[in-house]
C-alpha cells in the first residue's frame, strides 16, 4: 500500500476538523463555580438558529420544533431584517441560586424566553429601540437578569429582530450578577 500524500492529508485533517466543529459542537452551557468568577461566557457556540421570514411564529410554536434550528455558522440570512429565533440550553451546576445576566450590543429588539420543561417561566424585553416602559425593571436594553436555580436545566430562546438593514450579530454573553455590577460600576468610574 502507497503512503498518502501530504496534501491528501491536510485535506483529509481539515474535513475531519471541519465536521468535529459542525457537529460536535456543544448545545449546552454548563454554569459552574468557575463560571460565577469568569468575565463572561460567550452564547455565540452554544446557539443554534432560525430565520423566521414571515415573522408571524410563537415562542411555544417554534420550541416543538428542534428541526428548524441549525448552528451559526449554517444559518442561511435571506434578510437582515428578518425575524430570527436563538437556542441554547443552559444548565446551573455551580449549586448557588443566583441572578445571571443576559448581555448582547446593537440589537434593536430581543425577547427572551426562559422555559424549565415546558414551561416559560419568565420572559424579558429588551433592545435599542425598545421602548422604556416594555423593558423590566432592573433591566435596560442592552441586558436582562435571569434567575437560574441551582441544580436545573433550561432552554433559552431568544427572538431577534433587527431592524438596522444590515446583518444582526448575534454577540450573547451570560455573566453573573455581581459580576456584571463590579464591572458596570468600573465602567461607570472610567467614564467619569
Excluded at 450590543?105 to 433592545?127: E, K, M, N, P, W
Aim: proline share 4%; hydrophobic share 40%.
Amino acid at each position: 500500500m502507497t503512503p498518502w500524500p501530504a496534501y491528501a492529508k491536510r485535506q483529509v485533517f481539515t474535513l475531519l476538523f471541519c465536521l468535529l466543529v459542525l457537529v460536535g459542537r456543544a448545545d449546552t452551557l454548563t454554569l459552574t463555580r468557575t463560571s460565577v468568577h469568569q468575565e463572561t461566557q460567550s452564547l455565540q457556540t452554544f446557539l443554534t438558529g432560525w430565520e423566521d421570514t414571515t415573522g408571524r411564529a410563537e415562542a411555544s410554536d417554534v420550541l416543538h420544533h428542534p428541526a428548524l434550528f441549525r448552528t451559526l455558522p449554517l444559518l442561511r440570512y435571506h434578510s437582515p431584517t428578518s425575524v430570527y429565533w436563538l437556542k441554547t440550553t443552559l444548565t446551573n451546576s455551580a449549586f448557588l441560586n443566583r441572578e445571571w445576566i443576559l448581555r448582547f450590543r446593537h440589537l434593536t429588539y430581543v425577547d427572551a424566553f426562559l422555559y424549565r420543561r415546558d414551561s416559560c417561566i419568565r420572559q424579558r424585553r429588551a433592545g435599542a429601540f425598545r421602548p422604556r416602559s416594555l423593558v423590566a425593571e432592573g433591566d435596560s436594553r442592552f441586558h436582562m437578569a435571569l434567575t437560574l436555580e441551582p441544580g436545573e436545566t433550561y432552554t433559552l430562546l431568544l427572538k431577534v429582530h433587527h431592524t438596522k438593514h444590515f446583518q444582526p450579530v448575534f454577540d450573547f454573553t451570560l455573566q453573573d450578577e455581581a459580576s456584571f455590577y463590579q464591572e458596570t460600576r468600573k465602567q461607570e468610574r472610567l467614564d467619569a
